[in-house]
């Protein structure tokens, strides 16, 4: 993403993320990394979304993060890219996260970080919009590297039974 965001013409960013964790992550990482970066989502109190969608609408902030439910009452024009952090979890999200960008006729760029273990949602959505998502690779990447392995719910369940304490045997007193 930051590779990404090194384009100086992405200089209005609405990214999306799957979680408000990681959305808040996401944007630390982002400021870390010297983008002005913003966070919104549910947990956020009233004061911090408008903070946020202002410091965005006037250019202070490049970038603001944001999960789907809390974009839905986003109203900004000018938004020149949407990045998809995650692949939405439903076609019609995607549908409604990049058409962020076609605000009052304007044209604009979506973006979809996504790995192999995204390929059939990717087809779901290609199927919905009947035209082929365009599959592009960021220049400077390496992309033979692993990805990190996700543990399943059966892994986890076994690696917390195979770590669970036993309880201490009660210990007779004399």
Do not use: W
Request: glycine fraction near 6%.
């Amino acid at each position: 993403l930051c590779k990404l965001l090194e384009d100086t013409r992405l200089y209005s960013v609405l990214i999306f993320a799957r979680t408000k964790h990681r959305a808040d992550r996401l944007a630390r990482n982002l400021q870390r990394a010297k983008i002005p970066a913003a966070v919104i989502h549910g947990n956020r109190s009233q004061n911090q979304r408008v903070a946020a969608l202002e410091g965005f609408r006037e250019g202070r902030t490049r970038v603001l993060v944001a999960t789907d439910i809390a974009a839905r009452g986003i109203d900004v024009e000018g938004i020149t890219h949407v990045v998809n952090y995650d692949v939405p979890s439903q076609p019609e999200d995607y549908v409604h996260r990049i058409g962020r960008t076609g605000r009052a006729a304007a044209i604009g760029e979506a973006y979809t970080l996504a790995t192999p273990e995204d390929s059939q949602m990717i087809r779901r959505i290609e199927y919905i919009l009947q035209h082929k998502i365009e599959r592009r690779q960021i220049e400077g990447l390496d992309y033979d590297t692993p990805s990190i392995h996700m543990p399943t719910p059966e892994e986890i369940r076994r690696y917390v039974e195979a770590n669970r304490r036993k309880p201490k045997a009660a210990s007779a007193t004399s």
